[in-house]
């Protein structure tokens, strides 16, 4: 594993073998034994769009394992002037140990990748969340034991999150399906893959999808760049929400989960959210230990 661009580029060894030491990090944090394994390491973290989670548990994690990170704002680097990314690559690579970017291309992180000589860690771009969706399967088999036999449901846009998700579910061996409207599928190429490669369903029906789950899982409607569409797609996804109601298809010990930040009212009640808290807000610590374990992977 030399970069973290797209959950795809892992097989299922090298995804187990984060979540393991992900498993690892956390209790020995928890234990007051954690080692400071990237020891006068320095990661970049560049951001082009906002972030609570992502940039504190980054910064956070490279505290605790006893490296540096800094945060680069799209706004002071000359990168939102115009320099180039493959410039731009080359001149990080001779300063840092690795760079964790947030932005809105994939290309773009794929070209820092291409033209830089340090690792590369995907934040968040249009087409992918894979830091998200580790601190996801951490979450799950924490909380079910094991991936066997498991049906994650996720319910709203075919986003970032949905394209991470169902590489991430289905090269664990579990079912994915997702209740989406019309004219917001997820990626393409991706759901070919995942046909061919697990099992993997789409429909409008969203209590057909949420049949027998053991994970449901949603996200905003209007992603980070969509902020104009806001109005067109609260319309378009009425009626893809989590509520009491349709959580009745799913498993009764279903779990929910919600990568942040949650619109009450929207993608999920407030009721389901409260409801199911304890298992979100453990999903957005294991941020933190998913992350040491992939800069420890990369960058040890
Ligand atoms: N889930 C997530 O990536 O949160 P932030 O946007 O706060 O980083
Ligand atoms: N789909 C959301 C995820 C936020 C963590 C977005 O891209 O804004």
Redesign the pocket.
């Known amino acids: 594993m030399k970069h973290l661009l797209k959950l795809a580029d892992l097989s299922k060894e090298e995804i187990l073998t984060v979540l393991n030491l992900a498993d690892q990090l956390k209790y020995e944090r928890k234990n007051g034994v954690a080692g400071e394994y990237l020891k006068g390491k320095k990661l970049g973290m560049i951001f082009q769009?906002?972030?609570?989670?992502?940039?504190?548990?980054f910064e956070v994690g490279m505290y605790e394992l006893g490296g540096y990170a800094l945060f680069l704002s799209n706004r002071d680097l000359q990168i939102g002037r115009g320099e180039p990314v493959e410039d731009t690559a080359r001149v990080l690579s001779r300063y840092l140990d690795g760079i964790m970017i947030?932005t809105f291309e994939q290309k773009e992180v794929e070209d820092l990748a291409q033209y830089g000589s340090i690792p590369i860690i995907n934040?968040?771009t249009d087409y992918a969340?894979p830091?998200?969706v580790l601190a996801d399967l951490m979450t799950i088999r924490e909380c079910k034991g094991s991936f066997r036999g498991l049906k994650l449901c996720f319910v709203g846009d075919g986003n970032n999150m949905a394209n991470s998700l169902m590489v991430g579910c289905i090269k664990t061996g579990m079912k994915f399906s997702i209740a989406c409207p019309k004219g917001y599928e997820p990626d393409a190429a991706l759901m070919t893959w995942a046909k061919e490669n697990g099992d993997f369903t789409i429909t409008e029906d969203v209590s057909e999808a949420m049949r027998d789950a053991d994970v449901v899982y949603t996200d905003v409607w209007a992603s980070?760049g969509q902020e104009e569409e806001k109005e067109k797609r609260i319309k378009a996804f009425k009626g893809f929400q989590i509520n009491a109601d349709n959580m009745r298809a799913a498993k009764n010990d279903a779990m929910v989960q919600h990568?942040?930040?949650a619109h009450r009212g929207e993608e999920i009640t407030a009721d389901v959210f409260e409801a199911h808290a304890d298992e979100i807000f453990e999903e957005?610590e294991n941020?933190l230990h998913a992350q040491k374990a992939v800069l420890c992977k990369l960058m040890k």
């Not at 769009?49 to 548990?57: L, N």
């Open positions: 769009k906002s972030s609570t989670r992502t940039r504190v548990s947030r934040g968040l969340h830091c998200q980070m990568c942040l930040p957005a941020r």
